[in-house]
């Protein structure tokens, strides 16, 4: 009997300092499926546009496929390296120091809301309609930057927060890509990033805890038809009283440097919480591409 395969894309809200959703997925179904996960921080929609159909051209998508996408933040450059990686920096308009990649003069000469609106919506279309995608969801939301601080900050830099309700380019009507946008749902049932309860306010990061985590695979789960086991549940949420309890019994420097949003505590921290999760978990390279 032929083993069906799950296939997952996203950026860091679906690979992380913790488990994730792919991971909570894999966790719950086991030997069940094949899982083909391709998830990376900083990875942006047109890379995941690429891998899908890298994917596609590889393993030959079926009706039998599952395949999950989480849409990521659309000021996001991706590009494919001469030695097959993806290489992906994240938000292009929150690199503005001049040691970046990109920085603020790359963001001058090429930058634009248009393109923005071009290849992030291109991509999300293109891939709707090329391939059979059980469950999408999107990690902000592009009708309201406001749920979005570091997009709303940033885009409000460029004098360009109106961009829904004013015209983004007055060479280019975006009305039919608008139009042609699937039904959008947001990370977690559509609660947003924000829902997140930052274990129980232990750490300064934006990304969904592992209960936040656990609440939106239970929901994608239930809406294409399939059951989160309660055994995964109660895993996890001993995972997050794990971390939980691992910050409150450090020291009173980590605790306090954890709470200051300070990386470097908060990445060696989770280092040693979770040793199973690679460096790449944070960029800025996400997997080879398959040859």
């Known amino acids: 009997m032929t083993i069906k395969r799950i296939f997952t894309y996203g950026c860091s809200f679906g ?164 139009a042609n946008l699937p039904e959008k749902e947001l990370f977690n049932d559509n609660k947003g990033y924000e829902h997140n309860s930052r274990f129980s306010g232990r750490v300064i990061d934006n990304h969904p805890d592992i209960i936040a985590q656990l609440e939106h695979t239970t929901a994608v789960l239930e809406k294409i038809g399939l059951t989160m086991k309660q055994e995964t549940i109660d895993f996890y949420t001993q995972e997050y009283q794990r971390v939980i309890d691992y910050i409150d019994n450090s020291d009173p420097i980590k605790r306090e440097l954890l709470q200051d949003g300070n990386w470097n505590c908060f990445s060696e921290t989770f280092k040693i919480v979770f040793p199973e999760i690679d460096a790449h978990s944070t960029g800025p390279f996400s997997q080879k591409i398959i040859r």
Request: hydrophobic letters at 35%; a negative charge; proline letters at 2%.
């Open 15 to 178: 690979r992380w300092r913790w488990p994730c959703w792919p991971d909570m997925i894999q966790k719950n179904f086991g030997d069940e499926y094949k899982y083909i996960k391709n998830s990376n921080a900083g990875l942006g929609n047109q890379g995941i546009f690429c891998m899908m159909l890298e994917d596609d051209l590889h393993f030959k998508f079926t009706e039998d496929d599952i395949i999950l996408v989480g849409w990521s933040a659309w000021a996001r450059e991706d590009r494919l390296q001469e030695n097959g990686f993806w290489e992906c920096y994240g938000n292009l308009l929150t690199s503005l120091n001049p040691s970046d990649k990109y920085g603020e003069e790359y963001i001058k000469k090429y930058w634009s809301m248009s393109n923005d609106i071009m290849r992030n919506t291109s991509a999300i279309i293109a891939a709707s309609k090329m391939f059979n995608i059980t469950h999408q969801h999107h990690i902000f939301d592009y009708d309201n930057l406001e749920d979005n601080n570091a997009q709303s900050k940033t885009y409000k830099l460029m004098n360009k927060l109106n961009w829904k309700t004013e015209p983004a380019s007055s060479r280019y009507n975006f009305n039919q890509h608008w």
